[in-house]
Nanobody, 123 residues
Framework: QVQLVESGGGTVQAGGSLRLSCTPS????????TAWFRQAPGEEREFVAT????????YYADSVKGRFTISRDNTKNLVYLQMNNLKLEDTAVYYC????????????????WGQGTQVTVSS
């Protein structure tokens, strides 16, 4: 069983930056596909970014492409989401997720989830 723990959320002004981190407890991350999703109040959980085991393949939602970067350091057992030029519409709870198969953008394909970390972008 993999349990995921996110950190790095907070409140930032529009145009600012935050870096989220995700680490598993229980098993190493190295062989898992890892992704970030987010959920705003009253909205469905949506895909943000995903990265394969080696870090060489990444996919992004169109809404964050060019502003967010997903990366991983398997030696430290960490996955990051660097968020730059944050917009008001990026406000959401951000979740780390993992699965032991090919990258996918579907919420239902991921087996392991963290508790989420709140990101609030203010004007």
């Amino acid at each position: 069983q993999v349990q995921l723990v996110e950190s790095g959320g907070g409140t930032v002004q529009a145009g600012g930056s935050l870096r989220l981190s995700c680490t598993p407890s229980g098993r190493p991350f190295g062989y898992h596909i890892t992704a970030w999703f987010r959920q705003a109040p009253g909205e469905e959980r949506e895909f943000v970014a995903t990265i394969n085991q080696s870090g060489g393949i990444t996919y992004y939602a169109d809404s964050v492409k060019g502003r967010f970067t997903i990366s991983r350091d398997n030696t430290k057992n960490l996955v990051y989401l660097q968020m730059n030029n944050l917009k008001l519409e990026d406000t959401a709870v951000y979740y780390c997720a993992a699965r032991a198969a090919a990258p996918t953008m579907s919420v239902t394909d991921y087996d392991y989830w963290g508790q989420g970390t709140q990101v609030t972008v203010s004007s």
